[in-house]
């Protein structure tokens, strides 16, 4: 027989999980220790959650390196499966043998690059639990995308729909379903439910209640662990497909109502070489030979990259290529599989004896890959081609007149024009092209009785007896008359003697005496404006008295009053 050929290296294990197992205890604590044991696992971009014997679930970081444990609430419980989802928060599922399903929401870190005033409190991982619906162990998990619904299924056929309310914090479960044989693989998408048990594959869609199809009219002559998975074709959601693994290295290809649309045919493929996957500490020749030889077939199916398939089954595992109905390579020299998990293009396998391989087409990097110290939108440095570097050299040689290639400039010669006169301050000693800021102006300097007055004499002496006369209304002042001698020499004169002086000691005081209330006139209300008289009596103290109606009512001019032009005082005439 020749020799199994080697797949392309990309795919194959790169290192080994140290970092991993030296965290991952050995033994529980207390006066009775055991032994831990790995039982399952599943997968996601940040994290790897791993199942035990011991009831404790293990969370481990994948970037930074650190592992956490949590504690079901029925310890010392072998748990079955485990089964994580990531949305808002961190949802993870556990199901043991006694049939309970243990929930966990852990909450996700903060970015640091979150400020600290927009950065939400610390919450703490709830813990949900279910019992008393499952009576046999777990056997299979499924999580919707928004991580508010559980599917769980058990060895007597039970399908239980457990729903989560985040903001109630409660949780609820019902019985959707109850085949008599073991559940194998749950699929959910698009509110359809694929479940897969050892007699046949069934579709459930729920449209206000849960419509049943089987999947396919053929029953299966043998009874046996066949997985199913539903998976989106192209990027319509609505555009999906089935895959239903069958006995004989047989896969059926159905749509979301059942019916069998392809056949794809294996067995043919396996009788020739398929390349192998290369592993690190693959198991010995000598254990090879001691494992009994059983017949390959497909088991539980999962999606890898974006088109291809992952089954396993009696400790081997297939690559397949649906599209090219391919065998893309196999993965032999395994210990006892317990499980194995896929997360886009890695593919985790777990084996007997605590140990854990990573397949992928690429290693697991400890450190981002990224340079935080990168300039934000700056341009990526391209090398120049060759051809353009010779094509620059040519260029360069030849020679070419000045004339063609720098032209000539005329200098422009500007005319020094005068300053128009502002009102800001010249700056000075300073060169104002240089200068590029606004300075308050100064205002220091009063510019008042600079300008000559081109008024003859006689207009101003007449403009000062106006404004005179006008002072001295408003202050009732007597009117004074000033004589003006142009001949005189005012530059000659001497100063006035004390005597000279004008006392103004006797000058009586402008004294403003309160007028006296008037009394009031009694008027008739049915007196009417045409009796009104007006009068040239002088005023006289009005005494209150009754007026008739028939009467008239005479009305007197006030005295004259020595007022201003601008008095704003009210007219002259009143009512008495």
Known sequence: MAQPKVLNPLLREWAPLTELFEKLPTKTGGLFSQDIRLTCIDVLSEVLVLGTNVGIIFWFDRKKKDLQRMRCENPDTHITVVKAVSTVDYMVASGNQSGAITI??????????????????????????????HKSPITTLEWSKNGMKLFSGDKTGSVILTEIDFYMHVCKSMEILNETYEIVQLSYRQQHLLISTTFRSIICHYVNKWKVCQVGKKDRKVLGKFGGIINQKGFNPNNIILYCMRPGLRIWIADVEGEVQKTLLFKDLLCKDCPQVPLLNPISKTLQQMKPQKEASFGVVQQFCDNLLITYNNDIIYVLNPENMSILATINNLRSILDVATNNDELFILEDGRSLLRISYQPEYSTDMVDDSLVACAEEAQEIPKSSLKTFDEISKEDFDDSILFKKTKKKTTKEREPKMNNKLPLNNEDQSVLNCTKPTLMNLSM???????????????????????????????????????????????????EQFVSISNIPENVIEKPKAKSPVFVPNDWKISN??????????????????????PIVRKEKRNSSTHDSSFSDWEIV
């Open 104 to 133: 966990f929401q852990i909450p996700k870190p903060v970015p640091e690059s979150l400020p600290e005033s927009l950065k939400p409190q610390l919450k703490q991982i709830e813990r949900y639990t279910v019992t008393d619906l």
């Open 448 to 498: 008042v009785g600079v300008l000559l007055d081109l008024r003859s004499p006689d207009s101003i002496v007449n403009d000062i007896k106006q404004k005179e006369k006008i002072l001295s209304d408003v202050l009732n002042l007597q009117e004074l008359t000033f004589d003006v001698d142009h001949s005189k020499d005012c530059a000659i004169s001497e100063p006035p003697s004390i």
């Open 532 to 553: 009104i008289q007006v009068t040239n009596q002088e005023y006289k103290e009005p005494v209150a008295k009754k007026v008739p109606s028939s009467a008239p009512i």
